[in-house]
């Protein structure tokens, strides 16, 4: 079973940038969906933004599209999320999260039910 730990929150002013490091412990490779979702108080979790690590493919909501970024290093075992472009609406909690197996993930790789390896979260919160 995989451990996940996310590190790199924080608080910026709206129109800032912050890069989301998340560690992948006990993962050995092969095909999987990597992804980062955020929780507003008072609000559900929600899928921002994911990855296929078979093909590299990449997912986004709608709200973050051509300002966030997700990638993977491979020989790092480290999932990233680069968020330009921030605004007050993005301050959340944000999740890192793995299933494995692959599963429907590629078919909903935004859903919160294809992930099956969570993180702790770390915030980020965006003043304006």
């Known amino acids: 079973q995989v451990q996940l730990v996310e590190s790199g929150g924080g608080s910026v002013q709206a129109g800032g940038s912050l890069r989301l490091s998340c560690v992948v412990f006990?993962?050995?490779?092969?095909?999987?969906?990597m992804g980062w979702f955020r929780q507003a108080p008072g609000k559900e979790r929600e899928g921002v933004a994911a990855?296929?690590?078979?093909?590299?493919?990449?997912y986004y909501a709608d709200s973050v599209k051509g300002r966030f970024t997700i990638s993977q290093d491979n020989a790092k075992n480290t999932l990233y999320l680069q968020m330009n472009s921030l605004q007050p609406e993005d301050t959340a909690m944000y999740y890192c999260?793995?299933?494995?197996?692959?599963?429907?993930?590629?078919?909903?790789?935004?859903?919160?039910?294809?992930?099956?390896?969570w993180g702790q979260g770390t915030q980020v919160t965006v003043s304006s």
């Open positions: 999260a793995a299933a494995l197996p692959v599963g429907s993930c590629r078919l909903f790789p935004l859903r919160l039910y294809n992930y099956n390896g």
């Open positions: 990855i296929y690590t078979g093909g590299g493919d990449t």
């Open positions: 006990g993962y050995t490779g092969g095909r999987a969906c």
